[in-house]
């Protein structure tokens, strides 16, 4: 197919430019950060930006989160196509309505950058914490994991939710992926038209409450009915996952993009499998290519349709080579044998194994890990130490990455300098304080390289909770294939500090590849720079101390 035009976005608005397009009712209560989702469908619906069916889309602020569930009920209940966007605490006080929505078997699709729930404390960072406090919900769970994923997943899912009566909770890493600019290829008014059915919407309207054709709903039912009435829905959520399936194919046809609810990148004899889910599985892509081209014997599986998890299709994109498995989970559920993904592939093995129809030629051993909560880092370093953790004779379960435990000792080593990114991707680094300007003339930066250059582009932007007035890194890559590094950059060939303030506080050039440019912002004429630096670093202080022999270690220029 010809190659289609490009815009350079980020998740929140490549989800809502979907969802505003397809809905007529949007019940938002904005938080932070996927609040941006709430805010661009308001501010479009204000602008009187259309709907697929020529109306503007009725935007409502609640009081809470809770009220915004209420009122896509409500809506659903009217056979309007509603949806809502959250994170976090707030798709917590959603549950109630969604044990409703679900229930009732009501096409549905809500967006949630998947966050931190508050524990022993508050965090406003991404994990997948929220979204699996609602796996009992009877809600379909799509996950996307990268920004063009979150862009096409929120087209799949609101076609799918149509067909199946499944209501769906299509989410994706908040931050990691929800304020990610990338370059994608957006799906048209045409495109939607396409991937939704007509029937099922006018079917969605007939359900309708309205008082020419009276039904009840919403009883109460007592021992005697309420087992079997429930038992009643296992029909629709048996089909989802095929449901899902023919969407994916149609929507392949259509762009040329194509996906599955597991998706297997690899070997096709391998030993060793990852199994992840969300952004985490874009950087596991990486890892595995870079050792596919050593020669190991490794693989990942991508999940993509969480729940309903269909053993089927899960077991059918695994080699029968596969002797060791790692699954792992953005998540800690205390007290369990297990993450839930990890006890959701046990129990699938197992089953497929009862059933006959595991392609598996041994029983495999199957180990699971918690990485990446409240948005630490996930390195191709650290997905390497999985799989090369999976050699040793008896691998540890459960087992912790990306941090040192030095109270219960879960925590795998790895190798910090390992660097798997190709040498004709170019990245940078922006240090900068917060409302300076640098994080808004850096995303114009990546937005201009994406959209008017053949390269692909990413820009990812560091914050702390402070915000304003605090510090922002800004790390930027574009290059000539599309970008799945979705973790920080750590080997930087331009790096650029705003504030002169920041070199007796930070190893701005810790990030620094050998031979690296240095853009320093300084408050002195050119000539004056290097004796500024040798003032500053004279103090004597340790601080100071270190920060000269980081700066001297790179072999950038001498002074002039």
Known sequence: ???????????????????????????????????????????????????????????????????????????????????????????????????KIAGELNAFCMHVAARTLATHALS???DHSDVMACRGTGFALLCSGSVQEAHDFACVAHAATLRSRVPFLHFFDGFRTSHEVAKIEPLSDDDLRSMLDSEAIAAHRSRALTPDAPVLRGTAQNPDTFFQAREAANGFHDATPRIVEETFERFGALTGRHYAPFEYF??????????LMGSGAETAHETVEHLLARGEKVGLVRVRLYRPFSLEHFVRVLPASVSRIAVLDRTKEPGAPGEPLYLDVVAALRQARV????????????????????????????AKAVLDHLQETSPRHPFTIGIAD????????????????????????????????????????????????PFFAQ??????????????????????????????????????????????????????????????????????????????????????????????????????
């Not at 390992?418 to 640098?438: H, K, M, N, Q, S």
């Not at 510090?471 to 970008?483: A, N």
């Not at 004279?538 to 270690?553: D, E, L, N, Q």
Request: hydrophobic share 45%; net charge negative; charged share 20%.
């Open 1 to 99: 197919m010809d190659r289609r035009s490009t815009v350079t976005v980020d998740g929140n608005e490549a989800a809502a430019s979907v969802a505003h397009r397809v809905s007529e009712v949007i019940a938002i209560y904005p938080i932070t950060p996927s609040s941006a989702m709430g805010e661009l469908a308001d501010e479009w619906s204000a602008a009187g930006r259309k709907n697929l069916w020529g109306q503007v889309p009725e935007v409502i602020e609640m009081q809470s989160e809770g009220g915004a569930a209420g009122a896509v009920h409500g809506a659903l209940q009217a056979g309007a196509l509603a949806t809502t966007f959250t994170a976090s605490q707030g798709l917590l006080l959603m549950v109630p309505n969604m044990f």
């Open 124 to 126: 406003i960072f991404g």
């Open 266 to 275: 690899g070997h096709p004899e391998a030993e060793r499998v990852l199994v």
């Open 355 to 382: 059933r006959g129809i595991s392609p598996l030629s041994v029983e495999p051993l199957v180990v699971g890990g918690r990485y990446g909560l409240s948005s630490k880092e996930f390195t191709p370093a650290m």
């Open 406 to 453: 030095d109270v219960t000792h879960l925590s795998l080593p790895f190798d910090p300098e390992l660097d798997v990114e190709p040498d004709d991707v170019v990245r940078a680094v922006f240090y900068g304080l917060g409302a300076d300007g640098t994080v808004g003339a850096n995303k114009n930066s990546i937005k201009i390289i994406g959209e008017d250059t």
């Open 459 to 560: 820009g990812y932007f560091v914050y702390d909770s402070k915000k304003s007035g605090a510090i922002t890194i800004s790390h930027l890559r574009f290059g000539p294939r599309p970008i799945r590094s979705s973790y920080l950059v750590r080997r930087a060939s331009f790096v650029a500090c705003h504030q002169f303030g920041f070199l007796d506080r930070l190893d701005v050039l810790e990030v620094a590849a050998p031979g690296a440019v240095l853009l320093l912002n300084a408050p002195c004429e050119p000539g004056e720079v290097w004796g500024r630096l040798a003032v500053l670093f004279a103090v004597g202080s340790i601080g100071y101390g270190m920060a000269w022999w980081t700066f001297t270690r790179r072999d950038l220029p001498a002074p002039l």
